[in-house]
């Protein structure tokens, strides 16, 4: 059974730092990407960051450029989000999601339940 499980959100003083974790399990990520979405409260989910599980590619929205951070540890099969600079439009629930870029057709996408961040001014 795959599972992503996200942990490390929580509260959080304005131009403070967090990191979130997530840890995948269940399979290979090989031919994945690795991502963070986010969705506050009343708004349409959103693309954070997005991580090459084989080449460790990153891509980020402008809107967290400069302040956050995706990496990937294949030994520890754990996906992390260092959050930098936190302001409270950062306030959301933050999703890792595994999304397959290979050739198999059929082969799923995975999604955590979230992890709430809490940025306070």
């Known amino acids: 059974q795959v599972q992503l499980v996200e942990s490390g959100g929580g509260l959080v003083q304005a131009g403070g730092s967090l990191r979130l974790s997530c840890a995948a399990s269940g399979r290979t990520f090989t031919s994945y990407t690795m991502q963070w979405f986010r969705q506050a409260r009343g708004k349409e989910r959103e693309f954070v960051a997005s991580?090459?599980?084989?080449?460790?590619?990153?891509y980020y929205a402008d809107s967290v450029k400069g302040r956050f951070t995706i990496s990937r540890d294949k030994d520890k099969s754990t996906l992390y989000l260092q959050m930098n600079d936190l302001q409270p439009e950062d306030t959301a629930v933050y999703y890792c999601n595994a999304e397959y870029h290979g050739l198999k057709r059929g082969t799923p996408d995975y999604w955590g339940e979230g992890t709430l961040v809490t940025v306070s001014s």
């Open positions: 991580v090459s599980w084989n080449s460790g590619t990153t």
